[in-house]
């Protein structure tokens, strides 16, 4: 086994624990960090049923001018971490749970279609936008002040999603016009409409693209998380409900048990 598999294989073995997997040192580069990101999602993936999507993270201008980076980066989703809007999810697995609202793609049978990976080949390639929560867990890292090589590492501390039930093709959403809300146990928290970090068919563009160029495909049926529209939003230990809404795309809850 060698030095790379066998620190997935603890990685992965502490987060199907419910801990945030950590490193021994920062990858030297992003080409190293998506080696060890492949070898956790692969590890994980046996475990959680199997890969599902894919998240991006670092697609607004202001992220990558932070991280001095000219793309964005993406992480795996996994199958057993996909939830339904309604979803009843112990906050004991996700001690350090923080939220993003997101336009979520649903890929579709033309993401066989291939290169060239422009616009009209993501349009193609969507079957249909929800939105969408993504969960995350830092284990109480600051995320402007972690190495991006660490981040993509850990797959950018995604530890699922959770989509809304209502759906739309993408010609028939306006994404330049979305408003959306967040709401903690009924209080609002967040607001913001044409919030989006990158249109969403450029985010899935790009992400087809990368993949390529990374030897992977991306299969019908796969989630695509945009981008979020408003900041990071840390879930307070003593939250229990989550309830987002997304202009022409209803609503997205969640539940936490004590």
């Known amino acids: ?85 309604g979803a009843e999810l112990p906050r004991s697995r996700l001690p350090g749970l923080a939220v993003e609202v997101e336009l979520a793609a ?52 995604n530890v699922g999603a959770v989509l809304g039930a209502q759906s739309v093709p993408p010609g028939a959403l306006d994404t330049g016009a979305i408003g959306v809300t967040l709401e903690i146990d009924g209080r609002q928290v967040a607001e913001a409409r044409g919030a989006a970090p990158q249109d969403p068919v450029d985010a899935v563009a790009w992400l087809l693209g990368h993949l390529a160029g990374r030897g992977i495909a991306a299969e019908p049926g796969m989630v695509v998380l945009c981008g979020t529209h408003v900041p990071l939003t840390p879930v307070p230990p003593a939250a229990r409900q989550l309830r987002c809404t997304m202009t022409g795309l209803g609503e997205v809850r969640l539940s936490l048990l004590p």
């Open 1 to 85: 086994m060698s030095a790379t598999t066998s620190t997935a294989e603890s990685m992965a073995e502490a987060r199907m624990s419910g801990a945030v997997p950590g490193l021994a040192e920062t990858p030297p580069d992003l080409a190293a960090a998506y080696a060890l990101q492949d070898a956790y999602a692969a590890a994980v993936a046996r475990r959680a049923g199997g890969i599902a999507g894919y998240k991006l993270a670092v697609n607004g201008k202001a992220q990558m001018a932070h991280f001095g980076v000219r793309e964005p980066v993406c992480a795996r989703l996994f199958g057993a971490e996909i939830h339904a809007s």
């Open 106 to 157: 649903i890929l579709g049978e033309g993401v066989r279609r291939g290169a060239p990976f422009d616009r009209a080949a993501a349009l193609a390639a969507i079957d249909r936008f929800h939105a969408a929560f993504e969960l995350i867990d830092m284990g109480g890292r600051n995320l402007a002040a972690t190495p991006l090589a660490e981040a993509v590492a850990l797959n950018v501390f």
